[in-house]
C-alpha cells in the first residue's frame, strides 16, 4: 500500500508593483553596457587572416609570411614547427595569432596544376578530362581557359 500524501503548497510570488517595474525598467536602461569578451588567440588570428588574406602568403615550403597586427612589418611563419618570430610569447597550449592565420589562409587556397600559384578555392575548377592535366587536378581561370581540359 502506499501512501497518500497531501499536495503541497507552493507560495505564489509576490505581485509586483507598477512603481517596482518601472524601477527595474529604469535600471536596466541605464546601465552600461557590457564589455566586449576579450578575444583569444585563435580568433584574432582568424580575423586577422580574413582582413588581409591576399597579404598572406607562401614563401617556402613551410614558411608563410603574415603580416604584422600592430604595425608595419611582416612575420616569417613556419608552419611545420608552429613558430613565429614575434615578441607575443603564447602559453604552451596555444597557437600564434600569426600561425593560426598562416593555417586559414592555407587551408581556403588550392595550388593551381598549371601555373603553380595559390588561388583560392573556389577560383579553382577540377579538371574531369584532359590530354594536359590528370582527372582531379585543379587549375586557375587562365589555365584552364587556354586548355583542352574538361571541368566538373
Not at 510570488?13 to 512603481?19: F, L, M, N, Q
Not at 588570428?45 to 597586427?69: D, N, Y
Amino acid at each position: 500500500m502506499s501512501k497518500e500524501t497531501a499536495p503541497q503548497e507552493f507560495p505564489l510570488p509576490e505581485a509586483r508593483t507598477t512603481e517596482s517595474l518601472e524601477a527595474t525598467v529604469i535600471e536596466k536602461s541605464l546601465a552600461q553596457p557590457a564589455p566586449p569578451a576579450k578575444l583569444t588567440r585563435f580568433e584574432r588570428g582568424i580575423a586577422l587572416a580574413q582582413e588581409h588574406f591576399e597579404e598572406i602568403t607562401r614563401g617556402a615550403p613551410w614558411i608563410w609570411s603574415v603580416p604584422s597586427c600592430s604595425g608595419p612589418g611582416v612575420h616569417a611563419v613556419n608552419l611545420k614547427t608552429g613558430e613565429c618570430p614575434c615578441e607575443d610569447r603564447t602559453p604552451e597550449d596555444e597557437t600564434d595569432k600569426h600561425v593560426t592565420a598562416a593555417r586559414y589562409v592555407k587551408a581556403k587556397t588550392g595550388l593551381c596544376a598549371g601555373c603553380g600559384f595559390r588561388f583560392r578555392h573556389r577560383d579553382l575548377v577540377e579538371v574531369q578530362e584532359s590530354l594536359t592535366y590528370f582527372e582531379g587536378d585543379l587549375l586557375c581561370p587562365e589555365c584552364w581557359g587556354g586548355s583542352d581540359a574538361v571541368v566538373l
